[in-house]
Structure formats: C-alpha cells, structure tokens
C-alpha cells in the first residue's frame, strides 16, 4: 500500500473515536453568551489538542472570553475554528446528539464541532506537526471582538490559515465570503397625543419610514443591504417620538461594502426637524477570492494524492473568521470541516461516515504546507 492508502485507512480507523469525542463535545453546550460554559468546554478540548499536537495547549483569556492557542515555535499554517455555538444552555436536553443512519445530529454539529473533531484528527494523523499553530476560539458567532486581535496575529506569524467552518454543499471548499456590515439606526423625533394635535409631534415612524426607503435602495446587484429589525412608539394615541431600525449589509468586495459604509454613515433626516442618529459598520471585510487561489490549487492535489472525488471551491455569503485573516493579506481557505447541512437549525447534521476522509485530506493539506514557505 502507497503511504496515501496508508492515510485514508488510518483515518478510517478513527472513526469511532471520532463519533464519541463529537457526541461528548456537542453535549458540553458552549454557548456564546455563558463564559461559564465556555470555560468548560475549552477544558474539555485543551488536553485533545495538546496529545494531537505533542506540545502544550493553552487558555488565552480576553475579557471574560477564554480561547485555546498552540503556536507552533516556526508557523507554516494556522489551523483556525470556534468552539462557541448559537444554541442556549437547556438545547440538548430537548434535541439530544443522535447518530441515525451515519448522520449525526444535534446543536452545533455541523457549526463546527465536528470540523474540531476532524482537525484534532487530522493533527494525530501527521507525522510533525510542528509547523501547525491551532486557534479555537469563543466568540465566533457574535463577532470575534474579544479574538480579532489574536486571531490576526496568529495568521500573520503562520503565513496561510485553514479555517475548519462547515463545508459547502458536497464538500465543497470556500473561496470566497462577503463582507459583514451591522447599523442602528436611531429616530428622534417629538411626541404629541395623536388625535387632539398630531400636527404638533414629529412622527419618528414615518421619518424611519422614509430612511428605510433610502436604506433600501443601496441594495445593488449582489449587495444586499436589509433592514431587519424595526420597532417605533410607545402608545397606541401617540405620536411616536422615538424609532429604531437594524440593517443587515452584505458585499463581495471590500470597495462596494465601503461605498455602502459612506452612504449609511451620511443619512440625512427627511423631516427637517427630525434627527438621524447612524452607529455600526463594517464589522467583517470581505473575503476576495485571490487570497484563497493558491491554498485551492494545494487541496485540489491534496485530494488528487488521496485519490479523493475532485475538490470543488465556491463563494459563501455568510461570514467567518477567515474574512478577518483574508482581508489583512494573509492567504485563507475556508470551508475544510465537515460534511453536512443547515447551521444554525433544528435540523442541523453532520455526515459521520465522510468524517475520515474529511481529517485525512485536511492531514494531507497540512502535510504539504509544512514544505511550503508561508510567503508563498
């Protein structure tokens, strides 16, 4: 047997292993809110890591966040994922982690314990690893404020990042995420009793009204600007004297989101006695293909070496810690966890069965970026 037939069996003897750590980390529930449960669950990957790896893990607190690093001594690659879910303390108890069939389902399956599972499994299957930083961070889903900075400092000591996030459909590798921007947009205008003298209020309703049409019409093409949660008024007889609105804005290309950013940040008051108060912005820049080219061409070979079907690379419109590594120069490929469906879901699940072939190539990828300089 050739040392790629070699991998993919041993990877395959992993597989219960595998299913048993997933099912023990899906029911230690690490919600992004609870720093308590947080904790737990960096405890519980700490010491898989760090037997992966050969060398210690360690607890990085920022804040009330906890996030689990080992630097390699010379970095090649940053392997980099969460550990935080969206799913509150109390879900498993309702939606516990079941195994039907070689799917495996339940809160924060696919979104991305098992794509932890598979990189912890990946690492074993190396022969060195000591060109592998590891980064699993806590604050992932609400925003990466705590690990922004360290994420962006590890990337840029290890030269290319592999962001173990849920795959596209079939498997497929991301190439490419649009950027994230987030608004608040705060009305103030003047209270008056709606029936006796409405004509002495200024109604923040209709003012939002007005800037939810404007808002609205920057949406252009694959940029997509929403509003999404709106609310105005406080009595059913008055005119309302405060309005608020959040907008959801999305692009392909750091240039676009910007020009959004600018027209969002200069909204003016229809009511000339209204005020307009904008907050947020661009909170993840865009993910631009070209940072993702040459760590695509590297898979594809990886899974050609392992005889694997052909990897394919496609855009994402949701958003990752890999925008964060992208958008500073660092080359980024996204999208090496697992195979399966439906993040954030009642109906989220993971293929378990494509799990070992899914940590051998990741394995294989690893390999041959520890011969690649991080500049290349």
Same mark, same amino acid.
């Given at each position: 047997?050739?040392?790629?037939?070699?991998?993919?069996?041993?990877?395959? *003897?992993? #597989?219960?292993?595998? +299913?048993? /750590?997933?099912?023990?980390? &899906?029911?230690?529930?690490? =919600? !992004?809110?609870?720093?308590?449960?947080?904790?737990?669950?960096?405890?519980?990957?700490?010491?898989?890591?760090?037997?992966?790896?050969?060398?210690?893990?360690?607890?990085?607190?920022?804040?009330?966040?906890?996030?689990?690093?080992?630097?390699?001594?010379?970095?090649?690659?940053?392997?980099?994922?969460?550990?935080?879910?969206?799913?509150?303390?109390?879900?498993?108890?309702?939606?516990?982690?079941?195994?039907?069939?070689?799917?495996?389902?339940?809160?924060?399956?696919?979104?991305?314990?098992?794509?932890?599972?598979?990189?912890?499994?990946?690492?074993?299957?190396?022969?060195?690893?000591?060109?592998?930083?590891?980064?699993?961070?806590?604050?992932?889903?609400?925003?990466?404020?705590?690990? *922004?900075? #360290?994420?962006?400092? +590890?990337? /840029?000591?290890?030269?290319? &990042?592999?962001?173990?996030? =849920? !795959?596209?459909?079939?498997?497929?590798?991301?190439?490419?995420?649009?950027?994230?921007?987030?608004?608040?947009?705060?009305?103030?205008?003047?209270?008056?009793?709606?029936?006796?003298?409405?004509?002495?209020?200024?109604?923040?309703?209709?003012?939002?009204?007005?800037?939810?049409?404007?808002?609205?019409?920057?949406?252009?093409?694959?940029?997509?600007?929403?509003?999404?949660?709106?609310?105005?008024?406080?009595?059913?007889?008055?005119?309302?004297?405060?309005?608020?609105?959040?907008?959801?804005?999305?692009?392909?290309?750091?240039?676009?989101?910007?020009?959004?950013?600018?027209?969002?940040?200069?909204?003016?008051?229809?009511?000339?006695?209204?005020?307009?108060?904008?907050?947020?912005?661009?909170?993840?820049?865009?993910?631009?293909?070209?940072?993702?080219?040459?760590? &695509?061409?590297?898979?594809?070979?990886?899974?050609?070496?392992?005889?694997?079907?052909?990897?394919?690379?496609?855009?994402?419109?949701?958003?990752?810690?890999?925008?964060?590594?992208?958008?500073?120069?660092?080359?980024?490929?996204?999208?090496?966890?697992?195979?399966?469906?439906?993040?954030?879901?009642?109906?989220?699940?993971?293929?378990?069965?494509?799990?070992?072939?899914?940590?051998?190539?990741?394995?294989?990828?690893?390999?041959?970026?520890?011969?690649?300089?991080?500049?290349?």
């Amino acid at each position: 047997m050739g040392i790629n037939s070699d991998l993919l069996e041993a990877a395959a *003897r992993q #597989l219960p292993k595998m +299913q048993e /750590r997933l099912e023990t980390l &899906v029911n230690c529930e690490s =919600p !992004s809110n609870s720093p308590a449960h947080l904790d737990v669950c960096a405890s519980l990957l700490q010491p898989w890591l760090s037997e992966a790896l050969g060398r210690p893990a360690h607890q990085v607190r920022v804040d009330e966040n906890v996030h689990l690093l080992s630097e390699a001594e010379h970095p090649k690659v940053l392997v980099l994922g969460h550990f935080d879910t969206v799913w509150p303390v109390g879900t498993t108890a309702e939606w516990p982690f079941t195994v039907t069939n070689g799917i495996a389902s339940g809160p924060g399956t696919f979104d991305m314990k098992a794509g932890i599972v598979q990189a912890i499994t990946a690492i074993e299957l190396l022969t060195d690893s000591s060109h592998v930083s590891v980064l699993l961070t806590s604050d992932e889903e609400v925003g990466s404020t705590t690990s *922004r900075k #360290l994420i962006e400092e +590890q990337a /840029r000591k290890a030269g290319a &990042v592999l962001v173990c996030e =849920p !795959s596209a459909d079939g498997g497929a590798v991301k190439s490419s995420r649009k950027g994230i921007a987030n608004y608040r947009i705060e009305i103030t205008g003047k209270a008056a009793h709606a029936g006796l003298e409405p004509e002495l209020g200024i109604n923040a309703g209709v003012e939002l009204a007005h800037q939810i049409i404007a808002i609205a019409s920057l949406t252009t093409g694959e940029t997509s600007v929403t509003p999404t949660v709106l609310s105005a008024g406080t009595t059913v007889n008055t005119v309302p004297e405060y309005a608020v609105c959040h907008v959801d804005a999305r692009s392909w290309t750091t240039a676009t989101l910007e020009e959004v950013d600018h027209a969002m940040s200069t909204l003016s008051p229809h009511h000339p006695e209204a005020v307009v108060t904008v907050t947020g912005g661009i909170e993840r820049p865009p993910f631009e293909e070209p940072m993702a080219r040459s760590l &695509v061409a590297e898979v594809v070979e990886a899974a050609e070496g392992l005889g694997l079907p052909g990897v394919t690379a496609v855009r994402s419109g949701g958003g990752s810690d890999g925008n964060l590594t992208a958008a500073i120069g660092v080359p980024t490929l996204d999208g090496l966890g697992a195979i399966g469906g439906h993040p954030h879901a009642r109906n989220e699940h993971v293929d378990v069965t494509a799990m070992p072939e899914r940590a051998a190539l990741l394995s294989a990828l690893l390999a041959r970026l520890g011969n690649r300089s991080p500049i290349e």
